[in-house]
């Protein structure tokens, strides 16, 4: 018996194998969107998706994270036709009708209300103990932002006004009881959190309910938007997600995606202002756009006017000819080097000698 067969037959965890070849390293079971530069904000690739374990969305209000949350969950559940939903809401603003229109159908959903986060955890953790590998769940909270910890209503229904120290500490002993079992049983779990702008000079965002939720996540999302305007109507919002951790995608990437009233998420948003900043895309004159190999110069697609690119006739080629890998090469943190190789010295006096 080999040194490797030997530890592994000692140990008491029944998930123990040799890395190469253990189920949590392997290949992810990834849940693609049907919005390209949504995949490739969670993966590192528009083929991609959600993954298993955690995924925090983080903004202000009014600012698409709950639509966007029932957009991976949507896509998971017509992955699979028997996956379940596990709806946690704390904001109860997700009707019935609501569920549908995102494409989530209301009768494979569990909702539980919760009132403050002891109570998320005692029940999560039930639920996910009962929850074996192979079943198809997705869990899906919104919000921990706005939840209460128990002693903060207790207080408050004491009449008390001191400040509540314990909340932090029970959001992040939360998330460090669930996140192994979101690892171990393959299960993804997209949760809606707020942002607050700190009080230094120079103020950034961050999230709020302490640095648990943080030192937890897979994925943590933050969105930003703007109006998008037709003349002086306002038509929707260009949002942008910018990726404040991740364990695919590089840290601060940014990916914009656009929002109208009648139209929803425009499926290739994203893709012409990504394409030109990588030379895949070029303005032959003002206002219109055509898709280009920047090795080559080779033109892919015929020019067209920006709104006319939002279309699988102008992307399936671009990607065909080698945009998705150039995505990819520009965003997947696989695609980096750990080491930078050391020059050997007599390497370095052969190239001067040579100078």
Not at 56 to 78: D, G, I, T, W
Not at 208 to 233: C, H, P, R, W
Request: charged fraction near 25%; proline fraction near 4%.
């Amino acid at each position: 018996m080999s040194l490797l067969d030997k530890l592994k037959k000692t140990s008491t965890v029944k998930s123990t194998d040799v890395l190469s070849k253990s189920m949590l390293f392997n290949k992810k079971d990834m849940a693609p969107t049907p919005i390209p530069i949504i995949n490739l904000a969670l993966s590192g690739s528009i083929d991609g998706g959600l993954t298993p374990g955690l995924t925090v969305l983080a903004a202000p209000s009014k600012h698409f994270k709950s639509n966007l949350a029932l957009v991976m969950a949507s896509s998971y559940m017509r992955k699979y036709e028997d996956a379940v939903c596990l709806l946690y809401d704390t904001e109860f603003g997700i009707t019935p009708e609501y569920l549908k229109a995102m494409g989530v159908d209301p009768e494979r959903c569990i909702h539980t209300p919760i009132e403050h986060v002891e109570q998320l955890k005692f029940d999560l953790t039930r639920q996910l103990e009962n929850i074996e590998r192979g079943d198809k769940v997705i869990i899906v909270l919104d919000s921990i932002g706005n939840l209460a910890s128990k002693k903060e209503l207790e207080d408050a229904l004491d009449g008390k006004s001191v400040a509540d120290m314990t909340r932090a500490k029970q959001i992040k002993s939360l998330f460090r009881m669930v996140t192994p079992y979101l690892t171990t049983r393959d299960v993804p779990m997209v949760v809606i959190n707020h942002t607050i702008q700190t009080m230094e000079m120079f103020s950034k965002q961050v999230m709020t309910g302490g640095t648990g939720i943080m030192y937890s996540a897979n994925t943590v999302l933050f969105l930003g938007k703007s109006q998008e305007k037709d003349g002086s109507e306002l038509v929707g919002y260009n949002f942008n997600i910018t990726i404040e951790k991740s364990r695919f995608v590089k840290e601060r990437s940014k990916f914009p995606f656009l929002v109208t009233w009648e139209g929803g998420i425009s499926k290739w948003s994203g893709m012409l202002d990504i394409g030109l900043e990588l030379g895949w895309i070029r303005k032959p004159s003002v206002g219109w756009f055509e898709g280009v190999n920047p090795e080559t110069g080779e033109v892919i697609t015929d020019k067209k006017r920006r709104k006319d690119t939002d279309s699988a006739e102008f992307w399936l080629p671009m990607f065909k000819a080698g945009y998705d890998k150039a995505l990819n090469q520009k965003f997947a943190i696989g695609n980096t080097k750990a080491i930078v190789e050391e020059v050997e010295s007599d390497e370095v006096i052969e190239d001067e000698s040579e100078s």
